[in-house]
């Protein structure tokens, strides 16, 4: 009912910068809470960032004055600005967007991850 489609991964030299895309699509009738998540080989999934529907983010610890999460909600588009990266950001990210569709029922999806590698 909802799909997403994240973009903008790839490989970039540590202190480089990307940004990643993930664009809904479906019956969607408003989003509420999107976020980032990452996840690195051998490690659980963490949460990156989160944005609500006012526009209030919220960062963990290891990210918070490098990235920056926003939205087009015109779009149903989030975007995960990441500058000054390290090669322990190398991970998978996946957005995860949360909502209502029409009808009306909720959905919690997610997108099927892009992979970031930063060279050292």
């Known amino acids: 009912q909802v799909q997403l489609v994240e973009s903008g991964g790839g490989l970039v030299q540590a202190g480089g910068s990307l940004r990643l895309s993930c664009a809904a699509s479906?019956?969607?009738?408003?989003?509420?809470?999107v976020g980032w998540y990452r996840q690195a080989p051998g490690k659980q999934r963490e949460l990156v960032a989160v944005?609500?529907?006012?526009?209030?983010?919220n960062y963990a610890d290891f990210v918070k004055g490098r990235f920056a999460i926003s939205r087009d909600n015109s779009l149903n588009t989030v975007y995960l600005q990441m500058s000054s990266l390290k090669s322990e950001d190398t991970a998978v990210y996946y957005c995860?967007?949360?909502?209502?569709?029409?009808?009306?029922?909720?959905?919690?999806?997610w997108g099927q991850g892009t992979l970031v590698t930063v060279s050292s």
């Open positions: 944005i609500n529907t006012g526009g209030r983010t």
């Open positions: 995860n967007v949360r909502g209502l569709l029409y009808g009306p029922n909720v959905f919690d999806a």
């Open positions: 479906g019956r969607i009738f408003s989003i509420s809470v």
